[in-house]
């Protein structure tokens, strides 16, 4: 069995893995320090972040705000959704982290006091002192971007882009939707949580009409006109799900301007369709608590120095994940993980004296075309100079013509790729 340090220097060198310059902790640089750093969400950025702080760092105390008890993951959700998958197999504690001496409070981190260095907990739970604070509150929705889009409308159309309830609904719906029903689906413009994620969705939910419900169709309307992974996508469907499967980009008059839950409407400048089941993927922004501690700049996003993902606005926070610029890299598990343990060895380099130094970054996202198979998009960024730029000719896509073995073998590379992960993060 492997130990932590194994664990994670193992999972540290793999997850970046092919990457030229990573930045070394010598002995003397992993500081008895008894520096408090606290972490405001406990997903994917959040969780792996307390865990490799508390491994770099193991005298300093190392405290998580996550309010769940539970975290439920996005990534493998549209399994769920397709009927592969059960919730409780996207469902992880904090025991782990609880275990290696991480302090995991269940409370709502509700303001951010800059200047005091102090988060104050909702419901009167107080305040945490932090010398470095590093925030991964992932996404929330923009209500009402969408007209007629709002917290009671999710309940009737349900965007499913927070795992948990609102996935489980989105299955219930489409099991209890006659033979025959019309699902439609809204995809939003960029930057987006998971930009593959909608095309993910869309094939496991062709998959199960095709398989269950065969006079069925899904309807994909979406705000853009090209999206992540497009061509391979695109030519899965027309080989799996040409009747049961539609896609309308911007310029077929896709894009979706408002809804009624009343009457289970979605409008695009062109026409009004009604749905049997609605899933509106909305427009999104950073976690609200990031305008609050005042990271988030006017597009709802946080900018950060992608050399050790410091908040460009406020000093001694650092933003990871979902909410933060960091563009060409995707918002996706996969980013926030690697982001966290970069952005945990940069605070333990800072808190011991050292340099941060540049590195390497990657990313892979995978997407289910079929519960069997999957296709794949890699990208590899260079962080030096304050800037992230993809690296020509590094990453790339899977290819566009291949029998069904490329794809099945990519399928076992995803799940591969979730068990590492969320034993990672939760493990
Ligand atoms: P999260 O993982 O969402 O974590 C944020 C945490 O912050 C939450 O636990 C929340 O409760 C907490 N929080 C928020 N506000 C506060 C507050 N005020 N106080 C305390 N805590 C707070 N990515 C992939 O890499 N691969 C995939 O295959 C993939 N598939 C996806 C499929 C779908 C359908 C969706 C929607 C997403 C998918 N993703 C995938 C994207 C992935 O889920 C996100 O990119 C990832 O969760 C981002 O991590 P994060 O830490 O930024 O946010």
Redesign the pocket.
Known sequence: MSTLFDLSRRHLLAGLAGTAALPALSPQAIAQTRARLVI?????????AAKFLKHFLPDATVTL????ET?V??????LV?GGQRSINQQTFTYDALRAIGVDVVH????DIDTDAHTVTL?EGGGTVGYDKLIM?????IRWGALEGYDERAAEKMPH????GAQ?TLLRQQLEAMDDGGLVVMSAPLAPF??P???Y??ASLIAHYLKTQKPDSKLLILDAKDTFSKKPLFMDAWAKLYPDHLEWRGAADFGRVVSVDPSTMTVSTDFEDITADVANI?PPQKA???AD?AGVSDETGWCPINPLDFSSTLQPDIHV?????IAAPM????????LQ?KFCAMQIARQVAGLDVEPTVLA?????YIAPDQAISITGVYSNADGKLTSIEGAGGLSPEIADDSVRTAEAAQ?DA??QT?TQEAFG
Do not use: M
């Open positions: 405001v969400g406990g997903g994917f950025g959040g969780a792996t705000i996550e309010p769940n975290f993951a996005c990534p493998f959700s549209n959704i409370q709502t981190a509700s909702a991964s509150p992932g996404v929330d499913a882009w927070k795992a996935t949580r998971c593959p994620g909608p993910e969705r993927i976690g609200d608590i609050r990871i994940g979902d909410a933060t995707p918002k996706s598990a996969f980013s926030a993980n966290a990313n892979t996202c995978y997407s995803a790729w979730f992960i």
